[in-house]
């Protein structure tokens, strides 16, 4: 009874009623059950796959070499060399071991990176993370027990800081060679 519920499609109407005249008849008592307990799993599954279809999982015996793109949310606790491009969300777990150009909008580490990190929002660098390389995001954090080994270029300037570093300096430089 549950078989057929679940193996039966929405939009498959030429089974439901051979099963609905027959099965209301024969288990009149039961149908209601059966159906009670169908769209309250339908009920709660579309609640549910969203986060769950929407995020996918790379474990600790997972080895991918070359680019990995994917979309929405990806969970890595394995081994990644090469690239990773995304629009998504990027976990890197605490057993993960990366050594690739990472380019997402946020990027969270547990684990280890060695490689360029590129959010369009934001990298979470948690205790126990190890960066070897630079990050670029909007934003920034680090908890006590991170490393990161690298530059670091957070938030977007309101000015150009190359034209003003390179003018004060050039100013200064001319002063200097002014002065016997």
């Known amino acids: 009874m549950f078989q057929k519920v679940i193996g039966q499609k929405p939009g498959d109407t030429s089974p439901s009623p051979s099963t609905q005249t027959t099965a209301p008849t024969a288990n009149s008592g039961q149908q209601p ?21 929407s995020r996918n999982v790379l474990s600790t015996d997972v080895e991918v070499k070359g680019t990995l793109k994917f979309t929405n ?4 606790d394995g081994r990644i060399e090469g690239e990773i491009q995304s629009d998504g969300n990027l976990t890197i777990g605490e057993n993960a071991r990366i050594k690739a150009e990472i380019r997402t909008a946020t990027v969270t580490v547990h684990g280890k990176v060695h490689g360029n990190i590129t959010a369009t929002d934001r990298v979470d660098l948690k205790a126990g993370a190890e960066v070897v390389g630079d990050i670029k995001a909007k934003i920034l954090t680090m908890e006590p027990g991170a490393i990161f080994v690298g530059k670091s270029t957070i938030g977007t300037p309101t000015a150009n800081p190359s034209t003003n570093s390179d003018g004060a300096n050039a100013a200064a430089k001319s002063e200097q060679t002014k002065k016997p």
């Open 33 to 53: 059950a059966a159906s009670a307990a169908a769209p309250s799993p339908s009920l709660t599954a579309p609640a549910r796959p969203p986060s769950a279809a």
């Open 73 to 76: 949310d990806l969970i890595v």
